[in-house]
């Protein structure tokens, strides 16, 4: 019985670590990918190697938080299996509604939940992660803001990242041990920005590691007759992989193809943003999803570049009549040789166009569904660990 329970729960694990990696693999190596700068299949690989790296390392870390801290009592094998099946339920909601609910709120919502049909729930660690979540999407936010009123546009004009046809290096075989040298047509610009492109995607993917992979992992930690924390994390890491090598193929397209009309630069100060924030909590054992602070930066990062020519208190008061977030507006770029004005000055119309993408009623939107999701998990958690406290 006791193996059947478990093999349910690793099948519910990989499940949910399968999903994981066709979303998080998309946000990750999306920009890379529509810039031609790596293949998919090379993208998934190399995702899967540093979300292994950051679920060893920083995500155990989390792990603690979600296996142990959350409730006073360890989880048994039957509810951590439970937990595993709200955790899915909760992202078939975020995708029937088209909105990135974040899987690390929905666990703890489980978990939560579980806590309070039980009487285990340990308030004072679950107010310090609620706490950190209203904190981090406006750190993000304004984070952002700075970045696009002031430092992307000066980088902007100083960097350009482009690919160049042909192979960005080759093999030199002229001499006796065969070389690499830079490819026909890349110039040491090219090469630079090109590195620095992928080890923000590396860093990114392990940001999502630690704070995915205990998502998959945690609940089958910790328990009677569970796994213990190595394997999990094996676990998690392969169905993350799994679910980057097929799923994530598709969503890479999508969001490389979305991002394409945003410069690649923008999309690098969005990813080092968020991952920092993300690997910082994740280091603190705060269980904090990447969706939320990458959504909130790339709010913060539009509203501040197409905010320039006006004050801080014009913008949070002007109307707006887009109806929706259009990724496509989130930066406008100068013209070649045109230099951004001074804050203040009035910008060119393919800037003054992105002031309309600071949307209340689009935020509200996703906001609106980060609390829901987590509190269905948790409601529902609730009444069915209340209904059958014997699985508990």
């Known amino acids: 019985m006791v193996e059947t329970v478990l093999l349910v729960g690793v099948v519910a694990s990989i499940f949910v670590g399968f999903n994981i990696g ?176 992928l080890v923000i995607g590396c860093y990114m993917a392990f940001s999502a590691g630690a704070s995915n992979v205990p998502n998959a992992a945690a609940p089958l930690v910790g328990t009677a007759s569970g796994l213990d924390a190595d394997t999990a994390i094996v676990v998690a890491t392969l169905a993350i992989g799994l679910g980057g090598f097929t799923i994530a193929r598709r969503t890479m397209d999508s969001v490389g193809g979305e991002l394409s009309d945003i410069p690649l630069l923008a999309a690098l100060f969005v990813m080092v943003t968020a991952s920092t924030i993300t690997t910082l909590l994740s280091w603190a054992g705060i269980p904090i999803s990447l969706v939320m602070a990458t959504v909130m930066t790339i709010v913060g990062i539009g509203w501040g570049r197409a905010t320039r020519p006006i004050t801080v208190r014009e913008a949070v008061t002007r109307d707006v009549e887009n109806p929706e977030i259009e990724l496509g507006a989130i930066v406008a770029e100068e013209q070649a040789g045109e230099t951004a004005p001074e804050i203040g000055e009035p910008e060119s119309e393919a800037v003054l166009h992105g002031a309309d993408l600071f949307n209340p009623r689009a935020i509200i939107k996703y906001v609106s569904m980060w609390i829901i999701g987590p509190s269905m998990s948790t409601i529902l958690a609730y009444a069915f660990f209340s209904i059958l406290p014997g699985v508990a």
């Open 22 to 197: 066709g979303s998080s693999t998309g946000i990750t190596w999306g920009p890379s990918v529509g810039a031609g700068i790596v293949t998919k299949t090379t993208a998934a690989a190399v995702m899967t190697f540093f979300v292994f790296f950051g679920g060893w390392t920083v995500g155990r870390n989390v792990m603690d938080t979600l296996s142990g801290g959350i409730i006073t009592t360890d989880l048994t094998l039957t509810a951590g299996v439970g937990v595993l099946f709200f955790i899915g339920l909760g992202m078939l909601i975020a995708n029937v509604f088209g909105v990135p609910v974040p899987t690390s709120m929905t666990t703890v919502g489980a978990i939560a939940g579980l806590g309070l049909a039980t009487g285990t729930l340990n308030y004072e660690t679950i107010a310090g992660i609620v706490s950190w979540w209203i904190v981090t999407p406006i750190i993000g936010l304004w984070i952002g803001v700075l970045i696009g009123r002031y430092i992307y546009p000066w980088v902007n004009r100083r960097v350009q990242i482009e690919k160049s046809e042909g192979p960005l290096l080759r093999l030199d075989r002229r001499g006796t041990i065969p070389t690499p040298t830079l490819g026909p047509n890349t110039t040491g610009q090219e090469f630079i920005t090109t590195a620095v492109v």
